[in-house]
């Protein structure tokens, strides 16, 4: 069975700093583009960043710019989002999601562009 698993989320203060890992089980990573995903209660689920497949192809949305990082390790079959000076609007299920469509694509309608999604971790940012 194909799916990917994401860990790494819990409570943080505002301006502390989170490391998200997104794990693949059944397939191997490296042949694929990957996504971190949001959605905060009543809002729709938005693109945070994507990586291409050899990770030479970044895109980031404009509020998380400058803050997040992603990277990944095809050899561990693990993608990382490292998230620093979390904001209180950061709050939110972050789910990490695998494509064939190009990283542009995944991050501006992730309904649409992402294959595999896994079930997410939530990330609170309050003090």
């Known amino acids: 069975q194909l799916q990917v698993v994401e860990s790494g989320g819990g409570l943080v203060q505002p301006g502390g700093s989170l490391r998200l890992s997104c794990v693949a089980s059944?397939?191997?990573?490296?042949?694929?583009?990957i996504g971190w995903f949001r959605q905060a209660p009543g809002k729709e689920r938005e693109g945070v960043s994507c990586?291409?497949?050899?990770?030479?192809?970044?895109v980031y949305a404009d509020s998380v710019k400058g803050r997040f990082t992603i990277s990944r390790d095809n050899a561990k079959n693990t993608v990382y989002l490292q998230m620093n000076r979390l904001k209180p609007e950061d709050t939110a299920v972050y789910y990490c999601?695998?494509?064939?469509?190009?990283?542009?694509?995944?991050?501006?309608?992730?309904?649409?562009?992402?294959?595999?999604w896994g079930k997410g971790t939530l990330v609170t940012v309050s003090s």
């Open positions: 999601g695998a494509g064939f469509r190009t990283v542009q694509a995944m991050c501006r309608t992730p309904i649409e562009a992402v294959g595999y």
């Open positions: 059944g397939f191997a990573l490296d042949g694929y583009n």
């Open positions: 990586i291409s497949s050899s990770g030479r192809s970044t």
